[in-house]
Each structure stands twice: as C-alpha cells, then as structure tokens.
Nanobody, 129 residues
Framework: QVQLVESGGGLVQAGGSLRLSCTAS???????AGWFRQSPGKEREFVAA????????YYADSVKGRFTISRDNAKNTVYLQMVNLKDEDTAVYYC???????????????????????WGQGTQVTVSS
C-alpha cells in the first residue's frame, strides 16, 4: 500500500503558474505516476503521466506545452508544473500511481483511470480571470 498526498493548489490569476506536488508514503520509483483533474459536473480527466522505466511523459492535448510532469525519486515526489493557467484549468487535481502495469501496457493506457492503483485526495486549483 502507498498513500499519496497532493499539495500546492490554490487560487491564481489567469496567466499565472502553480506547481503541484504529490508525495508518496514510501518509495515509488518503480511506479508509473499520473495527474488527473475533475471540474464540477464533469468526469475526471487525464492531465499528464510519467512512466518510471524510461521516463516517458504524456500529456492531454489541452495542457501540452503548458504543463510539465516530473519526479524526484529521492523525495518520493511527483510534480506538476503548470504555467499560463487558464480558466478552464480550474479543477481538483488528483495524483495517481500504478504499481502493477508493465511499461509496454502503460504506454497505451496511461490516460485511463483504471490503470492506477492508488489515488491521492486531491488539491483544488482555481484560476480567476
């Protein structure tokens, strides 16, 4: 079992930046990691993912070029750097980790919620215009 705790959310003006952190309760250097988000009245959607074995990164089209996922295994932490934030980025952001999926399978399924075994409680990001 691993617990994930997100932090770094808050209120920011459009065009601003935030960095979200997701810290695991134990080492998870061999876990794939992802970020998802959910806005009121909408389904949870994929944002970004990081494959542990080859450090491949994946992004939703809506955030490509603005968001960057990275990890610091020494700190058991995954980050989501967000720049040029827009109103539509307002959501609760969730961190997730996958411990059982092979890298090859993950490559085709990183954007699916069912690919992840562990989830954080979420952190609110609000972008004001």
């Amino acid at each position: 079992q691993v617990q994930l705790v997100e932090s770094g959310g808050g209120l920011v003006q459009a065009g601003g930046s935030l960095r979200l952190s997701c810290t695991a309760s134990r080492t998870f250097s061999t876990y794939h990691a992802g970020w998802f988000r959910q806005s009121p009245g909408k389904e949870r959607e994929f944002v970004a993912a990081h494959s542990w074995r080859d450090a491949s990164t994946y992004y939703a089209d809506s955030v490509k070029g603005r968001f960057t996922i990275s990890r610091d295994n020494a700190k058991n932490t995954v980050y989501l750097q967000m720049v040029n934030l827009k109103d539509e980025d307002t959501a609760v952001y969730y961190c997730a980790a996958s411990s059982t999926m092979s890298t090859s399978v993950y490559r085709g399924n990183y954007d699916r919620m069912g690919s992840y075994d562990y989830w954080g409680q979420g952190t609110q990001v609000t972008v004001s215009s």
